[in-house]
């Protein structure tokens, strides 16, 4: 549901601006590079108003003006933090595109973001002007933290194991059916082929079969131009800008959504109660007994879709590449399935699900080298202290899961995919933060099991149709131009299995 980080380049507002036609494109640069340069002189103003005696986090100079290290972390975010961590130490400040960031990495120096109360460190600044024109307004970042917690809440409600029973079986005839058209063996895109999938099964699952069934070519596209709204440009531009691809999400937004309404207040009218999500949305109040609106319940349901795909679209797919790397590892998997469900590999269920437990660890092992969210970010509204420092107000403070998963005073062999590190004493263990890939603290990710019952279910049955290996020893290169970093070229060789 967070984002991460936004490479501003000059690359990126031309690549950005080229989309439009030339008249346009003029009106669009000078708007930004006025709404940019604004901010970058209202922060200059601000940083007048800072207390002389406060030591501030170590700064890593720029002899870029305004755009500082903005190409630099662009083209290489892991590597530029990681070689500031070791000149600087965890906390440090540089400026990209006008505004300064203030990393805390390492599990000690996170603690500052996730006990921190929403009103200091706060989440909204940051992500809204992306995710509300995406899920709409009165859910998630465009309320009140204490309402987004309330309806947290309700979603994880509906996130309960009675629930993850029926989701195995969706995702696993979900699974079976679309990789029907991959034939007996071949070479394919692994990652388009899984964002495929984990739209179904997402639909399946968290929406209901109302929907589900309504999902055919066209509302994909909706959901593709909705979800074209989580770009650079939407977190770069201001969104009164008449952008092709603002435009689109809008439209998107607005079909989506009355696709939704149409579903609520049939099944409002019809009183049936279907055990889904959807009725548990329908039925849940707020604490002061006011229960959602349609509007909510819509945006939510957005909200819940888009907030897993990414994220498990690509988490499976690098988890994918890393089995076909290592053909050993890949074997144990599918002999751990014979084992834990029989020789005869009948259709999954819950139990046996948690059972396997190697294929947990490949998962965890997966979350750790390639959390999908590389960076979580919160605005300083007041003054922060950590380790010596006083952040100011107007910092962007970011922790990023990948730096911690892979920092060397914390992880033994920390480059290496290795599951079966979770079985013996993980120096990581003993610090609170060295592993976040779905977060901590008030904004923690309500979608961990969800989202390890649908990935695990999905490798279950893949490992069960076909052999994978990579392409002439090709592992992908991870491609940082994506908000996600996704993997490159995600091409995979597979061969049908014979049982
Ligand atoms: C591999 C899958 C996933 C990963 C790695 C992941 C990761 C994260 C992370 C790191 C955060 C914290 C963001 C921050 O602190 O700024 C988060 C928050 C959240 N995630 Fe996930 N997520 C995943 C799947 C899902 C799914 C499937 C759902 C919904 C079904 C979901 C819903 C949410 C929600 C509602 C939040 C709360 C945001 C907040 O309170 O600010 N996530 N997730």
Redo the contacts with the bound molecule.
């Keep these: ?2 984002m991460h980080l936004y490479e501003m380049s000059s690359r990126l507002i031309g690549e950005t601006v080229g989309k439009v036609p030339e008249n346009l494109t003029s009106v669009v640069l000078a708007a930004c590079l006025i709404t940019l340069f604004l901010g970058y002189v209202s922060k200059l103003l601000l940083s007048q108003s800072w207390d002389k005696d406060a030591k501030f986090p170590p700064y890593i100079p720029s002899s870029v003006p305004f755009l500082g290290h903005a190409i630099s972390f662009g083209k290489s975010p892991i590597e530029f933090l990681e070689n500031a961590y070791a000149k600087y130490g965890p906390v440090f400040s540089f400026t990209m595109a006008g505004s300064t960031f203030t990393y805390l990495l390492g599990s000690e120096a996170a603690t500052l973001m996730f006990n921190s109360k929403n009103e200091d460190l706060n ?1 909204e600044d940051v ?1 809204s002007r992306l995710t509300t024109p995406v899920f709409g307004k009165g859910v ?2 465009d309320v009140p933290n204490p309402v ?2 309330e309806q ?1 809440k309700m ?1 994880k409600t509906g ?1 309960n194991i009675a629930r993850f029973k029926e989701h195995v079986k969706i995702i696993e005839a979900e699974t079976i059916q679309y990789f029907q058209r991959w034939g007996d063996g071949g070479e394919r895109n692994l990652f388009e082929a899984l964002s495929e999938l984990i739209i179904l099964t ?1 639909s399946s699952c ?1 929406h209901g079969k109302e929907i589900r069934s309504m999902l055919d070519e066209r509302v994909a596209q909706l959901y593709a131009d909705l979800d074209g709204g989580f770009s650079h440009a939407a977190w770069l531009l201001p969104g009164w800008l008449p952008l092709p691809s603002f435009r689109k999400r809008d439209r998107a937004h607005t079909e989506i959504k009355n696709i939704f309404f149409k579903v609520i207040q049939k099944r409002r009218r019809s009183g049936e109660k279907v055990d889904d999500i959807l009725q548990t949305l329908i039925d849940a109040t707020y604490k002061d007994g006011k229960p959602l609106s349609d509007n909510e319940i819509a945006g939510m349901l957005i ?2 879709l888009l ?2 795909q990414h ?2 679209s690509t ?1 499976s797919a690098w988890m994918g590449f890393f089995l076909a790397r290592d053909r050993a590892l890949q074997e144990r998997c599918y002999a751990e399935q014979k084992a834990v469900c029989g020789e005869d590999l009948p259709p999954l269920n819950l139990d046996q699900l948690k059972d396997l437990s190697l294929l947990e660890r490949c998962l965890k092992e997966t ?1 750790r080298l390639r ?3 590389m960076t ?3 605005m300083a509204r007041s003054p922060q202290t950590v380790a010596g420092y006083t952040i100011p107000v107007g910092h962007q403070v970011c922790v990023s ?1 990948t730096v911690n998963h892979r920092l060397c005073d914390t992880w033994e062999q920390r480059m290496e995919f290795k599951p079966d590190r979770y079985l013996n004493d993980n120096p990581a263990a003993g610090e609170k933060f060295a592993y ?4 901590a ?8 099991n ?2 390890y019952v ?2 695990k279910t999905i490798w279950s049955t893949l490992l069960r149709m076909y052999d994978f290996e990579l392409v002439d020893g090709y592992f992908p290169t991870i491609n940082y131009t994506t908000m996600i970093h996704t993997p490159h070229n995600p091409v995979i060789r597979y061969k049908r299995r014979r049982q």
Excluded: D
């Excluded at 008030?442 to 979608?447: A, D, E, K, S, V």
């Design positions: 549901m967070s989440a992500y998630a970042y987004f917690l947290k979603l996130l997402a968290l909200g819940l907030a897993g994220t498990s988490t979350l959390p999908p969210i979580m970010m919160r899961p976040v890939p779905f977060g603290g008030r904004h923690r990710c309500i979608g961990e969800f989202a649908q990935i």
